[in-house]
């Protein structure tokens, strides 16, 4: 049979080559319209019959009638039920991604029966785990990362809202024709509320250049990484090689990219500067909000100035009694100061051009002054001013501040100093300055504790000067608090007292707001598309209206007429509903495939994005056809159809090999055998958490900063700005939780085959390396959590070294050891303490760190 | 495995389910491919990535298209973008104009202009050895080896801003997510050398390049082609030495208690072939942690090969060490080696948009003589023939100011320097030409596609032919529509 398949693909590659050789050069017929109806993926899917079995003893499920149909055909035997002990671990991982304890397997196994199995299976389905195991593999997907990429590989603000999002919505069982909607449609949805803008911060999670060599380049660039990657994961389809000319293997011609990219056009991309989070706050709620916000400040503006009248009155007559006072109060040699205030909590220098800020405004003054904060803690920064140069030559700037600082001179960073800290740490740099105005910038954030900002330059012919308005002599509100009583009437201290009450009132008003990166429109009225000749945007051909690619009928959709106020055009939704009609020929198909894939190790369709011609033929297409119409029939949800592949007996096979078929089948093409697989990098890290009881199973919320090895900090251009900090408690969340800096990745995930976040990662790749081993036996990380391990064993067995090694092994492998692994395990405590001079302390850690490498603890039976 | 050959023309695609995809090279051993390659039971990951590469391991050196020239390849990477101008491509007319304002277009950091102020170059120029190539004042040392290299005067890239620029001459495309030059040398040729990784990075000490680890990334391809960072001090690798204080011995005794463990595990699991690969993987790092300081034992040099690489000179010490360690691990084995001169941003690299003067001299200053000492000391071990080094940018750098004042100069995508030497790589040649001022290729413009062409070939490959299934294309380090290998400069 897999022969037959071999060759049916063969004949259809061919089929390819031939159409493409008489097209390639005329382009004149597409060859969609000869070849599409005979592609197996192509056709209208249609639930096939379950397999009648001659011996119907073994399946459990018409899963097993399909698996166990084939088997026979080809003269392989399935493989005996695996003992209950790997079938509990396989399910843990398989469902929540996390071991389970070694007490609950004992008492699984202890217990086991067929209810008691399917008991297990539910109440795995109904923890908060199986989200975050799930959850994973579409954030792999939909290649989800949490900054930009290229050289600022800039924070993309909020964006763990949407891992949340994916998160809940497979703990919620939400179907999946539910699910796409959101994501790509969620704003144009009826009722749409927070959850469903925040779905749409798929359009948000790609690579962006915010520096494009070519901008319209750069926006076709952005286009097609949505094209690409929407028709990858949804469809199971490389439409992104259609981009420049007719898909070379599949019957994808190049106006069906352009018609696909027309859904997305009116989609704002990225833009420098520009605050791409948006409310999700109800439409009425976020307009109260903001009426709230514009009149508060509003009254904070009023009030400032009616005190800062006061003051001018104070400094008027202050000065007849103090002529020296205000000689240093020297003018600014910065002009058109203009500062924006942001409201957030920053442990570095956030990318501020990203962000929305709270509240902005001119300081006439001209100098650099965080007294126009509207809170001491958790804020920050952006002052942007025209910095005079009087003459060419050497000017040397001095910055001291408490928090982070980075000083801009003309564009270019002239100091930094990032991060949580302290004043009386002055930076300073010599520079070469030519005359002229330029424009300078200084960023700066305050966390907690503390605060503080000193700036200052000096130059040819002038000692240090403030840039900054922080001294304690310029501190004209402290001297209204000192000498008020001396210099203004009592009427004007009261009234001062009252402003002053009213403003903190104002100032502590606060109105809260909810954001998240969502995508957004241009407006009701989408640009024309046109076909870009060979890819280039500066070649536009035909217009082309939206529509569904050809191969799968390809019509042109009706499209909405919106109203002119509504702040989309509404095709994202056009496609979403065609993309979740129970006809669709992929959408359920490529899913189905999916959740086999990782349920099993591999996909019926082994190309799980490449469903077309050139991807691979379906090993049991009977059975994903099944699959699929079951899933759609069943109203889309996955924890029914999960339930079924899990209590199948396909999945319950041993991993063992047999001689046989083997023989006939090495590949295990027809699933005579369940697949052994390594732990994938998340795995890993979490089951090393988990056995030494560090883990913390804490759910959701923002990304969090696992200290990063120096090493690989050294590696990127601002190794002192690379990576943020966490409490300790954060270091151990599950890995899902870890912040995803696309140039700046853990060691330990990347040389276990991290997902690669620049495009759709549809199978993690499961490679054997040295570097592997070097990292799990010398890495600080693997060193420290063997200790936590050891230190778990020491205090739950004190003074009890054969319970200790017992429950080492035990917590690896989830199995009581052997006795002669007990025995070796012994003996190598004996060579540590012999040969090696250690106690048993470090003995018992030695073994730890040995367990941590175990195959057995890293492969799944 | 009936062929090792990384096939790519389109009709390749009928065979492609046997050998296309197979993933190849890497960092992992001999024995190690050995045992997985052949009789292997494969685990269900035998398929990865796009689902349809096999995973009958990597790792045997495969058979080259084509006689290879070169064996390894040292790339030079001058981060931020050296002036073509101001070293290797002597425009006389530019002196004259220095502070005149003239038309000329550009398109660089500071965008699209029409007119701009001249800077002249601030240092001359002289013709040296029997081919007479004008190299300025910055490099004395390199100029007594020109008649060993051959300059490219008309390099062209697709950006000139350095995030883009940067991905472009490492893997051919101003998008992130391709495979870096490296990473395809070592997928195509597989390894030499089981104990070393095949693809070596050295950063400068002020830190990485722009967008980091993309620059020498595997991509779309598994992480065992991506680069492995070596640093100049200490242990070359991370995580290569035990943690703190297990001795080597020690250690080793782990390793065989771990064997006895895994061999009871792998005899539960026979014939399982990733299981026994993981084993082996072990015995593998315990070697390489005795070979790879080795390897980088720059100490270990006699004085005067120190002397040189300018090791005796503060200035010089730190790339010159560099230097000796990319010949050592040339003579180890090791397929490409990149070496950063610049790192970090504004001046602790090349990208002089400020005052051109100060910059050029500090960064040729500090390399100038180590490079010279690593072409001489190839030759001398007759290594040279069989390794090309690679010296350039992201890009060069425009002949006008950026800004009103001072001498720096903006970048420039549309016509550069960059040169080779060795690997059968003619000598005492140039080839191209920008205009007059500098600003753009005029004569037999190359891009930078064409310069990975030219390194394929010389090392065995055709550039036009090796590629990778990936997202429903053949995707090759010279892009789909292909390019030619710089001719002229091939021996």
Redesign the interface.
Known sequence: MFRTL?LR??FQ??LA?VL?SSTAFTQETSPAESSAPSHWAFQPLTRPLVPQMSDSSWAQNPIDAFIFNKLQEQGLSPAPDTNPATLIRRAHYAVTGLPPSPEAVQAFVAEYSEERYEALIDELLASPHYGEQWGRHWLDLVRYAETN?????SMKPHIWRYRDYVINSFNQDKPYNDFVQEQLAGDELENAGPEQLIATGYYRLG?W?D????PMQGKF?DLDDIV?TTA?VFLGL?I??AR?HD????PIPQDDYYSFLAFFHNIQGFTRGKDMARSILPSDQEKERKDQISKNRKAINDLNEKLQGLEQVFLVRYREDHSTFGQDLAPSDMTEMHYRFYRDSFDVLPDFDMLRHENEGDLPHGFFDISVRTRNTHYGFVFEAMLTVPE?GEYTFYLDSDDGTRLRL?G??IILHDGVHGLNNEQKTT??L???TFPIRLDYFQKTSGLGLKVAWSGPGFERRPLSFDMPELDIPKLVQEHGAEYLSEKELKQRAFYQKRLQDRKNFQVPGEFALAVEEFGAEAPPTHLLTRGNPHAPGKEVPPAFPTALGGHVPDLPVPDIKSTTTGRRKVLADWLTRPDNQLTARVLMNRIWQYN????I??????F?V???APTHPELLNWLAADFVEGGWTLKRMQKMLLLSRTFRMA???HDAN?AKD???NFFWHF????LTAEELRDSILAANGSINLKLGGESVYPPM?K??L??????EN?WGKSPVEDHTRRTIYTHVK????A?LL??F?LA?T??SC??????????????L????F??KQAVALGNRVREESPDDMDAQLTRAIALCSQRQPRA??LE?AH??IE??KR??GHNDQTAID?FC??AL????F??L? | MKHNKPVNS??G??DR?DFLRTTGG????LA?SGM?GTD?????????????ST?K??LAPKVVHMPAKAKSCIFLFMYGGPSHVDTFDHKPRLYDLDGKTIQVKT?GRGGHKNEGRIVGPKWSFKQYGESGAQVSELFPHLATCVDDMAFIKSMTA????????MLMMNSGR????APSMGSWLNYGLGTANENLPGYVVM?DKT????????NWSS??M???Y?A??F?PKGDP????????D??S???Y???Q??N???G???AD????S??A???A??E??FK??SEAPEAVDVDSEPEHIKRLYGLDQERTEDFGRKCIMARRLVERGVRFIQVYSG????DNNWDA???LK?NHDYHAGNTDKPIAGLLKDLKQRGLLDETIVIWGGEFGRQPTAE????TGRDHN?KGFTMWMAGGGIKGGVSVGETDELGSEAVVDPFHVRNLHATVLQQMGMDPNNLSYFY???DQKLVG?EGAEPIHQIIA
């Open positions: 071999h693909e063969l590659i061919v080559l493409f990429g290229y050289e600022r590989d690579l250049d520096e494009p060599a070519d660039d690409s990858n490389s992104g090689c420049c898909h070379k293997i599949e060419a003309d270019d960073e520079l070469q030519v005359a002229g099993f190790g591999r996909g369709v082994r190309s799980a994005n490449d077309g050139g991807g691979m991993s063992d090999r083997y090495p590949d295990n697949d052994m697989r390594r090895p090493e690989i050294a590696t990127s251009s601002q190794p690379a696309r140039s700046l990745l060691p990347t040389d085959d690669d620049d495009s549809p199978v993690r790749f499961s490679t054997v390396q040295p570097t592997q081993a070097l990292n036996m010398n890495s600080e693997l060193n002669n692994e070796q003996q190598f060579d540590m040969d090696f030695r760190l040995l490498n175990l195959n057995e890293i492969f039976d | 389109f009709c695609q009928v389910r890497g960092f992992t051993s190690l997985l292997g039971f494969p685990g269900n990951q035998a398929f990865a990535a796009d689902g349809m995973f391991n990597p398109h697709d950006s000139p801003i350095h995030g883009s620029a101003i998008l992130s997510g950063l830190g990485g390049p722009i967008s980091g680890a993309k991509g779309f598994p992480a065992s991506q492995t960072v640093r690798i991370m995580n290569l030495k035990p943690y703190g297990m001795s011995k020690e250690q005794r782990m390793i208690h771990l006895h463990f895994n009871r595990h792998l699991h026979v014939g399982n990733d299981l690969a993981r084993i993987s072990y593998l790092a390489m942690q790192g970090h941003h504004n948009h400020a005052d100060t800004y009103a004042e001072g995508s997202n429903g294309l789909v």
